[in-house]
């Protein structure tokens, strides 16, 4: 009999951390690798926020807080709901964790019973369907097309919906995809789920603040107040303050969801660290600016790579609002043949074969449920992303 308890059975490791894990591997191997596989951006954490948290140290805050997070942090988040989304959060409605990952495992196995359904628009995060399996739900995929702009429709959404679905996950903008749904959209969805009033909705808006060209972001409790009563709004502080190291995610939402996040969550980690804590209140209330200054680093990026795929033959992408990925067709490249005379059949293949013949990193589409793509992450500089979409199209451009 295995160690292992059979719920491991079921899931997988996060994909993405693998291939960052081994990106990392072959580069200390002495292989001139660019990874583009993952999902942090390369800018430091700004300054006041590692002071607040220098500060934090110095005045002795090393001790255990509140389960849901510091009252300090919780009334900032309160006044980010409001002056951000127009949402009003009591304390109790708040809960803070480590990461957004964790905030969300929370939700999930806080809520679901065996057998309940969550429906998961694909492309999609990768750690949503696992966490599901971890907690005994039932993913639910629901598979976008790309003429959709990789989003959910409400045909699509009225579909997918049946009598045993609990939680419908939104994410925007979106990992993979960098789509972003509009306020319009949002509530041509939330008219199908006001005739659905068991389904709770967890919407999952860490990359709000990542968004181009004047789109507008706007969050599903706001878009249609009438479903505030069922709808967990998640952010966190890790990719808008370049904070992922610092493990601070956090959700508002129904009082009765965000106190059984917290009975977990005090049996599990407690809470994210103190010092973490200090840093986020300084990064949701201090100086914003530097947030459109590295935006537009963000949007150049993104302008060039998706000019240079385009320019590969096999590849084409289209321009996401937001985020900072694009999600590439590789649909050209499925059934040829490499250099080698190895036939590629899927996006994993051809994103192997990256890596071997070209020395690039990438992320294949089956990851995030909708293939064939593959996700490039251009939170790398300039210079690493113009060599990698050379690189890119040479070996694309090699099979036959
Ligand atoms: C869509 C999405 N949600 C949540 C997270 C979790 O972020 P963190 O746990 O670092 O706050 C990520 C990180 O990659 C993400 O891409």
């Not at 990789?150 to 045909?155: A, C, G, Q």
């Not at 009765?256 to 969550?265: E, L, R, T």
């Not at 537009?296 to 302008?303: G, K, L, Y």
């Amino acid at each position: 009999m295995s160690v292992i308890a059979a719920r491991l059975a079921k899931i997988k490791p996060s994909p993405t951390l693998a291939v960052t894990a081994k990106a990392a591997e072959l580069k200390a191997a002495g292989r001139d690798i660019i990874g583009l596989g993952a999902g942090e951006p390369d800018f430091d954490t700004p300054d006041n926020v590692k002071k607040a948290a220098i500060e934090a140290i110095e005045r002795g805050e090393t001790k255990y807080t509140a389960v849901a997070g510091t009252p300090a942090l919780r009334k900032a988040m309160a006044a980010k709901f409001k002056r951000e989304n127009g949402l009003d959060y009591t304390l109790d409605q708040i809960t803070v964790g480590c990461g957004g990952k964790q905030v969300i495992y929370n939700a999930l196995m806080a809520t679901l019973n065996a057998g309940d359904e969550v429906l998961i628009p694909a492309p999609y995060w990768v750690s949503y369907p696992d966490m599901v399996l971890l907690a005994e739900g039932k993913p639910v995929i629901a598979a976008c097309r790309e003429a959709d702009a990789f989003k959910l429709t409400p045909e699509g959404l009225e579909k997918a919906l049946t009598k045993k679905t609990k939680w419908l996950i939104l994410n925007s903008p979106n990992n993979p995809s960098g789509e972003g749904y509009t306020r319009a959209e949002l509530r041509a969805l939330a008219s199908v789920l006001l005739k659905h009033p068991d389904v709770y909705v967890l919407t999952d808006d860490i990359y709000e603040h990542l968004v181009y060209d004047g789109f507008e972001f706007s969050t599903l409790a706001q878009a249609e107040p009438k479903l505030y009563e069922r709808t967990l709004t998640v952010n966190g502080v890790a990719k808008a303050y370049a904070m992922t190291g610092w493990r601070v995610g956090y959700a508002g939402g129904p009082k009765d969801i965000v106190g059984a996040m917290n009975k977990i969550q005090s049996q599990s980690t407690t809470h994210t660290s103190s010092i973490s804590q200090a840093a986020a209140v300084e990064a949701l209330s201090g100086p914003q600016d530097f947030i459109a200054e590295r935006n537009a680093v963000f949007r150049e990026r993104r302008d060039m790579v998706v000019k240079l795929l385009n320019e590969v033959a096999g590849l084409t992408c289209r321009t996401p609002v937001g985020a900072f990925y694009v999600y590439p067709c590789c649909k050209g490249a499925i059934g040829k043949k490499t250099p080698g005379g190895q036939t590629l059949k899927t996006d994993g293949d051809y994103v192997a074969y990256l890596l071997e013949a070209a020395n690039v990193a990438a992320v294949q589409g089956e990851a995030f449920g909708l293939s064939p793509y593959f996700r490039i992450s251009y939170a790398t500089s300039t210079d690493a992303l113009r060599e990698a979409c050379a690189r890119i199209k040479r070996a694309t451009e090699a099979l036959t």
